[in-house]
């Protein structure tokens, strides 16, 4: 199994511009989220969603798009590219939600840099 | 807010040591607890899960225990080897997060020959 694989896995964007960060599950877990890991931050949840057709904004969401049109795919999007988007970005899949939630499974990354 | 803690941010041991990192949270009412391990420039990979009613959970030299009223975890490393060397994180699933995890920010160790 493939697991969880994003793409691309680096990337460098200029201000304003947009991009689409992919991230694909084959596993058939209901549950995918993404988070963007900064230097003395942590992890922080951008969006979220528990079943196709359904998203969430988790802790950071301003800047970023997600869209889940089918249980394998999970797209994020930035509108329009800033500096303070610079950062490293992970998209995480589950079995279960809520209670049930079971052990995430981790992309290897996007590590972004926008001048 | 659930808040995670984990101190010390850093650890430096020698080989061979047995060895405890610390998870803190603060509000007790959760219902799972992972431990995850991290390499420089890599993805997450899950180490433990937690239920909120259990003690404890195995695997290999690894152990990991909750202590729920206390609001506290730890990672116990057995016979710690070079390539034990990596950041650990714990998360917190609880109630009201739809599964969502909070993490601390990890435990930065590294284990010398």
């Known amino acids: 199994n493939a697991g969880v694989t994003q793409t691309p896995k680096f990337q460098v964007l200029k201000t304003g511009q947009s991009m689409t960060l992919q991230c694909a599950q084959d596993?058939?877990?209901?549950?995918m989220s993404w988070y963007r890991q900064d230097p003395g931050m942590g992890l922080r949840l951008i969006h979220y969603?528990?079943?196709?057709?359904?998203?969430d904004q988790g802790e950071v969401p301003n800047g970023y798009n997600v869209s889940r049109s089918t249980t394998e795919d999970f797209p994020l999007r930035l509108l329009s590219a800033a500096p303070s988007q610079t950062s490293v970005y992970f998209c995480?899949?589950?079995?279960?939600?809520?209670?049930?939630?079971?052990?995430?499974?981790f992309g290897s990354g996007t590590r972004l840099t926008v001048v | 807010k659930q808040e995670v803690t984990q101190i010390p941010a850093a650890l430096s041991v020698p080989e061979g040591e047995n060895l405890v990192l610390n998870c803190s949270f603060t509000?007790?009412?959760?219902?799972?607890l992972q431990w995850f391990r991290q390499d420089p420039g890599k993805g997450l990979t899950s180490l433990l899960l937690?239920?909120?009613?259990?003690r404890e959970q195995t695997s290999g030299r690894l152990n990991a225990s909750l202590d729920k009223s206390s609001g506290r975890s730890t990672l116990y490393i057995a016979a710690s080897q070079p390539g034990d060397s990596a950041t650990y994180l714990c998360?917190?699933?609880?109630?009201?997060?739809?599964?969502?995890?909070?993490f601390g920010k990890g435990t930065k160790l590294s284990v010398k020959p």
């Open positions: 969603s528990v079943g196709a057709g359904i998203t």
């Open positions: 937690i239920q909120s009613s259990q």
């Open positions: 995480a899949s589950s079995y279960g939600k809520g209670r049930e939630i079971g052990g995430y499974t």
């Open positions: 509000d007790s009412a959760i219902y799972n």
């Open positions: 596993m058939n877990h209901e549950y």
């Open positions: 998360a917190v699933n609880y109630p009201g997060s739809q599964g969502n995890l909070i």
